[in-house]
């Protein structure tokens, strides 16, 4: 018998077998247990510490795993690259990986290989044995970089190329357009979403110097450490190593503009994706806001309802998200749910979803059920968010880049259980207005643009990839 | 494919996109610590259970967070796909999604209101099917339930109107992950060339759609439910609990489920090619090109796996590949290279991807590459080259075995694919153990001339293809609009 034949002959055996067992199976089946009693989260112990030259350090022991997860949390990020340079931040961060005035491109090369692991100007993770010699790595790149012309060319092609590679990919249009009609076409951020091979091709040796001579240094810059090294040993390396870096404080970022959101306005970009993107948004609070929290539990509600309607019941996407995307103060952040759907089913699809955003603040507020699920959801994640030392360092960078108290999570859980139904309408109210919204369709204009129009669910607009409107 | 590897392309395209006199004199340098290649990697500590039923469960404590991980992994995945049935394992994992007998709607749905999160909740590969997630760890008993329920009567809650929904959904998987983005299909259409038509890995876990919607839910009760049993499942729990207290559990949830009739797993043929296959693929939405060159290599439990993955560091380790030194760093051809063995469980694939610099030649970039590999067999890796695999392949281990998630996935893949939970550990130190002429002979065996070359080129761009004098095949489909007849 061959093997394929002898697979289809078990197959078939056990067929038979399992449609006895099923049911056997099925009215036996145990109850659903009740959960045990809840364990208090409680964010680890945070060592925070302040250099006299003002680094400032935070520290959390993890003994689980001989590991160390080091991040540089600078005051500056590509948000600050100036017109027409931008990609400037990038390759500012790529030179200082091409040698330092003590070490050579290769002779870095060769001490990431004795670690087993690459260390970046903003961190690394590697073995706790080699936390100290990782350590003077990165402070060797931050504090002393070279900036030879050969390794800001290399720096310069490598973000070029990434650059277009970045301009050829579905998501980059319907993304930069949804943040140009937020925060307006020349905001920082949304420049920063489009680097060129032109505004890359146009930073100088003295454009990369300056950039860091005006944003780098120890004030406003925080160094995070998590896994298994002590706060005492950490403080010591961290102070031998960066206490000696003296250079003014770094400017301040301009603050953003905040333009009002128009009304409800849908940008249909023509793209040559056989699948539709679809982006709906606008502006949220700042992360200290008093209506965070509940706008982040909202944002809970509203995905729950995404998938159970868009997928679940319709089955019109296979994966969405609605969240909220916190953002480096003073930005605020932005509530934004994207998915993809095919063409054929976009005006159906944002009906629905614009349907359930209504439903937010007007005529279906967020039941008891969906409350606890949503409180539920936002609490009983957090422990997966800060499993390991990548992810502990992940959220010791959320608080220094945030500037969020030092309890801040510990805060958030308490925060998450005062909040009410009440509260989440009144953040739908705010943020989630279904008369203020942004939408984005990217896909194809000859298919979409007449069903649109047709359901009449918006004034459309047909822009370019940039966002600028194009003649009817 | 695994996870991890497929993740290594990924990383490398994502990478790209990475990004004065000094102060004072460089302090003092440390000593160097011990180099990472000699460095412990100490197995996770688990307890492995069978139950009566086969069931195997591997139980690893930890108490650093309250937070527990259930990975259900069922031995079956797209390989186990009959001809004219391709894609069903795919979506059976989408119709075991949709409740249980117990559970009415999405599992999903039930772990989100118990503060449960996963990345995807499901997977189905070539080799297997797991549904996976993290639950505080006051409600690990809840999620051993669902789970329980979901083992008990695969695919018992499923009608016709559901299965329309999940075929739709299925589709829109693949539109959205595969199709959407540029050469998106380059990696279905690599396997084809490389494993023939009658070759278990010759099509992926998620191919174009046809088949599904011959598919009745007959068909797909008979085809799946012999492998959602007990017998060919591991449960992996990592995370904070009482492993006495979970074994009770198990128990209670698990142990009355019957045992099914044994698995028959298909063979998997060895292949090798007897000659280079020279393939295009064609995508209007792309700007740049690329080159990737494949050969059949070596699955997780082959002896030569280790060498593979030891030739793809010395062939692409930045800064000291010898291919990133010949095309990033001297020649300036290429802003990147990758090489490493993809291991599936029964076969894998060696793959070379050199991403150019805008306008390098792929003519000329190929004509590198060969050079570098017929140079091999007159200068082997270097103790040096071996040691900084070593060093990497250490730390990565380690570092791999931060989460919950990965921990219970690291023992069961262990468990299915090697019969040992914790062979990943024994691997590192084998690997210590590879020499010169092993990593050079695995390469005489795998990198021969039977390849597929594969040029990725910007619609209407065939003059950008690689040596264009010689025969190729344009693979490109129809809604990339390549320049195929």
Redesign the interface.
Known sequence: MS??R??FA??????L??WA??A???S??????E?????P?KFPHIGTHTLPNGLRLLVVE?H????VAVRAVLPVDSTADPSGREGL??????AMREG???RT??QL?D?F??????V?PTGF???A??F??GL?LMS?ML???A?DSAGIER?K??????A???????VTAPRQIFYAELSGPSDGYVRSLRPT?ASVGAITPADV?AF??RHFGPAGTTIVVAGDVSDAAALAAVT??FG????APPIEAERPTSPAVHETTIYLHDA????TYLYIGGRGPTRTEHDAVATDVLSAVAA?RM??TL??KR?????GTMGVIWQRPPRTAVLVGST???ATKVDSALAEWMSLIRGLSVGAPTTP?EL??AR??R???L??R??????LAARLVDLARDALPIDYFDRYVSSVARVSAGDLTAAASKYLDVNHLIIVVSGDRTLLEPALRAANLGPVVVVDSAGRPLAP | MSHARVSAVAALLAGLGLPGRPAAAQKTALAPPEPASRAEVRPLAYTRIVLPNGLVALLSEDHAAPLAVVDVWYHVGSKDDRAGRTGVAHLCEHLMALGSPNVSGPQRTLYQSIGGSSPHWANTTEDITHFYAAVPANQLRTALWIEADRMAAPIAQVDEQQLDGARAVVEQERRQNIENFPFGVYRELTVAALFPPSHPYHVTALPPVADLFAASIGDLESTCRPYYVPNNAVIAVSGDFDTRTVRAWLDEYFASIPRGAPVAHVGVPAVRLDAEKRLVLEDKRAALPQLHIDWPGAGFAAPDRLALNALGSVLSLAHFGRLSHALVDDRHLAVAVAADNYDLESAGVFEIVVVPRPGASLTTIEAVVDSVLDALPASPPTAAELARFNAYNAVTAVASLQTQFARADTLAHGEIFAGDPVAYAKQVAAARSLTSTDVEQAAARYLTKGRVVMSLVPAGKLDLVSRPELPFTNVTPAAAGGTKP
């Open positions: 093997a394929l002898k697979r078990a197959g078939l055996c056990c067929v077998g399992a067992s099923t056997a199976a099925q036996a089946r145990p109850g659903r247990p959960p045990l009693p809840e364990r989260f993890d689980s795993l001989p590991l931040y990038a390759v500012t961060l790529g330092t005035a003590t491109a290769d090369a001490a290989a004795e670690l087993g692991r690459t970046a993770t590697a073995l044995s080699s100290r010699h003077e060797d504090q002393h970089p900036f720096r092609a490598l973000q070029a190329s990434a277009a590679r970045l301009a050829q990919a579905a091979a110097a860091y001579a031998r190593l000696g870096w003296h250079r040559r994706s056989p699948q729950s998938q159970q997928r679940d089955s019109f996407m296979y994966s993809v759907v095919n059920a606890d699920a539920r959801l609490v009983g994640s422990p997966a800060m499993d390991g030392p990548d992810s």
